[in-house]
């Protein structure tokens, strides 16, 4: 049976990370004129103009179809982060950002059914191979600040938790002698 407070931990860590890339500025082009208000963001252009606009706001006028957003590649920024983790030696994690499964949910959104099935295979076997490194040094050690800086968010939070069972099974089946 799986913890409900990590589960909890991990989607409320999850949610931070969003808000915030949610909140980054992105490059859009206007495909038509846009005059508008929203809280304190104020929107005055022409066909034509480009800016940078938060991605929230940015996602909204892009599915009126009144802007293009001026995305990076998100498709090879996920490729390149699952080839870094495939030929990565079998005990050692790949450096991965911190917003990694935020980006890859809201590239998977955008994207074809059929693309989205096949990334969903490879992304399927990235998490397999990451789980069970992040177990085998979770079971070993506290989190160091090197391996920290190779994990998502999510990643940190699931690391601390197996550490935290680890040690209090370790307790448990050595009763006074662990």
Same mark, same amino acid.
Do not use: C
């Given at each position: 049976?799986?913890?409900?407070?990590?589960?909890? /931990?991990?989607?409320?860590?999850?949610?931070?990370?969003?808000?915030?890339?949610? /909140?980054?500025?992105?490059?859009?082009?206007? &495909? &038509?004129?846009? &005059?508008?208000?929203?809280?304190?963001?104020? %929107?005055?252009?022409? $066909?034509?103009?480009?800016? +940078?606009?938060?991605?929230?706001?940015?996602? %909204?006028?892009? $599915?009126?179809?009144?802007?293009?957003?001026?995305?990076?590649?998100?498709?090879?920024?996920?490729?390149?982060? @699952? /080839?870094?983790?495939?030929?990565?030696?079998?005990?050692?994690?790949?450096?991965?950002?911190?917003?990694?499964?935020?980006?890859?949910?809201?590239?998977?959104?955008?994207?074809?059914?059929?693309?989205?099935? /096949?990334?969903?295979?490879?992304?399927?076997?990235?998490?397999?191979?990451? @789980?069970?490194? %992040?177990?085998? @040094?979770?079971?070993? +050690?506290?989190? +160091?600040?090197? @391996?920290?800086?190779?994990?998502?968010?999510?990643?940190?939070?699931?690391?601390?938790?197996?550490?935290? +069972?680890?040690?209090?099974?370790?307790?448990?089946?050595?009763? &006074?002698?662990?």
């Amino acid at each position: 049976m799986a913890d409900a407070s990590a589960e909890t /931990n991990v989607e409320a860590v999850r949610s931070v990370y969003q808000i915030g890339y949610m /909140n980054e500025d992105v490059r859009i082009s206007y &495909k &038509k004129d846009v &005059k508008m208000s929203v809280g304190n963001v104020a %929107i005055d252009a022409k $066909e034509g103009d480009m800016s +940078s606009l938060p991605r929230w706001v940015a996602k %909204i006028l892009s $599915e009126q179809g009144a802007i293009e957003v001026q995305s990076a590649d998100s498709a090879g920024y996920i490729s390149r982060t @699952l /080839n870094r983790e495939r030929i990565a030696r079998p005990h050692d994690l790949s450096g991965i950002d911190v917003d990694f499964y935020v980006r890859v949910n809201d590239y998977l959104d955008s994207v074809k059914e059929r693309e989205r099935e /096949n990334l969903l295979v490879s992304l399927n076997t990235f998490v397999a191979s990451r @789980l069970e490194k %992040i177990v085998k @040094l979770a079971a070993a +050690s506290p989190l +160091s600040a090197e @391996l920290e800086g190779k994990l998502a968010a999510e990643e940190k939070e699931l690391y601390n938790t197996i550490h935290e +069972s680890s040690i209090e099974f370790r307790r448990g089946v050595l009763k &006074k002698f662990g």
